[in-house]
């Protein structure tokens, strides 16, 4: 009784005492972002522009990036460059963070935010999808941030790893995805404790997010999914407040703290209320 009593006043400390958001520690701040030509990543570029950041935007289509690029500079980027690259591919990561280093001539923000494609539906034995996503989704979230950690070290930066309440909490129609998400959670955890034990002054956040109204998420979940989605600049601001004021995790929006605290207390009852939310008919 005593250890929860202290576990949750220990979670509500937590909970109101927050660094505040200084935006002029992020001018001039040297980015690299990833999944950047659409969705939540599209609108961290505009954010982090509007900061006054300089930028390295990454994903596969050129056209997309040139554009965002574009926007970037309108909206007051210091710098932006941009690499073309596809992160199912193991060179891809080392390519894009030389690229970045070059440009930018160091590195203060890694920003892991790129996802492969993968369908919203129950379990089909696609093995060959999961390990691909795997590498997407994982291994290449790996293979960048190992590339990035010496010069974060050098510059004392953030390594900003989104994933999602599917990350935490298991929900139904997105098993292989879910288990990429859950990875970056074992894996980026273990990291912090090392980088910690090291007097590595690199900061983790892990940004957990609900349902967002990006085009892919609202196309895959209409029908199936009985939740409102929250907007994708808000998305974005929170993920990058989050990085700046180093903190551990990011809860966007704010209420999934909650669910994520409760998860083990009353798993059975969390598993109904879970179920609910879903359609099972039209999958
Ligand atoms: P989008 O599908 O809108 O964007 C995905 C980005 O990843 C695009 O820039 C895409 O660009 C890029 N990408 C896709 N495949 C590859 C690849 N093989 N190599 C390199 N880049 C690739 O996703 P969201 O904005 O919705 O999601 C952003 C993050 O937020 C993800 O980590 C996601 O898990 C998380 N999240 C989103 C939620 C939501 O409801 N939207 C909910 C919870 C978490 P391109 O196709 O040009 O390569």
């Not at 288990?179 to 090291?198: C, P, V």
């Not at 703290?257 to 598993?271: A, I, N």
Request: glycine share 6%; aromatic share 10%.
């Amino acid at each position: 009784k005593v250890l929860c009593t202290v576990g949750i006043l220990a979670g509500l400390l937590a909970f109101f005492w927050r660094d505040t958001f200084n935006p002029d520690s992020i001018s001039g701040a040297r980015v690299l972002l990833t999944g950047a030509s659409t969705g939540i990543g599209e609108q961290m570029a505009y954010h982090y522009s509007k900061f006054g950041a300089e930028i390295v935007l990454t994903a596969r289509r050129e056209t997309l990036l040139r554009k965002v690029m574009e926007k970037c500079l309108q909206l007051g980027a210091k710098k932006v460059f941009y690499i073309p690259d596809d992160m199912s591919s193991p060179q891809a990561p080392e390519r894009v963070v030389q690229f970045a280093l070059q440009k930018l001539g160091g590195l203060d923000h890694l920003v892991l935010n790129h996802i492969g494609s993968t369908p919203f539906r129950m379990w089909e034995g696609d093995v060959e999808h999961t390990r691909w996503l795997l590498q997407v989704n994982f291994l290449s979230y790996v293979a960048l941030a190992s590339a990035a950690l010496p010069i974060l070290a050098e510059s004392k930066g953030s390594l900003i790893v989104v994933s999602s309440l599917t990350g935490k909490v298991s929900t139904p129609f997105t098993t292989s995805y879910s288990a990429t998400k859950f990875a970056l959670d074992g894996f980026f955890g273990s990291l912090r404790h090392e980088l910690a034990m090291q007097k590595q002054d690199v900061c983790i956040t892990l940004c957990i997010l609900g349902l967002i109204n990006t085009e892919v998420a609202l196309e895959k979940t209409r029908d199936k999914v009985y939740l409102s989605a929250y907007p994708a600049d808000e998305a974005a601001l929170a993920i990058i407040q989050g990085g700046a004021t180093r903190a551990r995790e990011v809860f966007y929006p704010w209420w999934l703290e909650l669910v994520c605290r409760l998860r083990d207390w009353f798993p059975d009852q969390r598993d109904v209320v879970i179920q609910s939310f879903y359609n099972y008919t039209s999958t």
